[in-house]
């Protein structure tokens, strides 16, 4: 059960110290890159919001009914809110916003 929890803090937003960083020595060449939104949300998000946005674990919300807009999420990914961590330093500017636009392609079709 420990373990269990441990994986889920870890998931939800344990710092990634190599990715912190790889991230800082390729902010500059990552906007020429296409990131992955799809992979980071498995990485970190699936943990609490499931692999369909709808888990509500660790408080949560259903991504599916989510009305937010992409500068709202970008916020919340950064800041965090309630129990949801801060991925600010550990996900770049880039990395977050992907994730964002990737909740809203990917959820909200309820």
Request: charge should be neutral; hydrophobic fraction near 35%.
């Amino acid at each position: 059960m420990i373990a269990l929890m441990g994986g889920m803090i870890w998931a939800c937003g344990g710092d990634d110290t190599s990715n912190n960083s790889s991230s800082s020595s390729s902010n500059s060449s990552s906007s020429s890159k296409k990131v992955d939104g799809k992979k980071i949300f498995k990485t970190y998000c699936v943990a609490c919001h499931g692999l369909y946005g709808d888990m509500e674990v660790n408080g949560a919300k259903d991504l599916n009914l989510s009305v937010l807009a992409l500068e709202q999420r970008i916020t919340i990914i950064t800041n965090g809110k309630n129990l949801m961590t801060p991925f600010k330093g550990v996900l770049t500017e880039a990395q977050i916003e992907a994730v964002a636009q990737y909740t809203i392609d990917n959820f909200n079709k309820k």
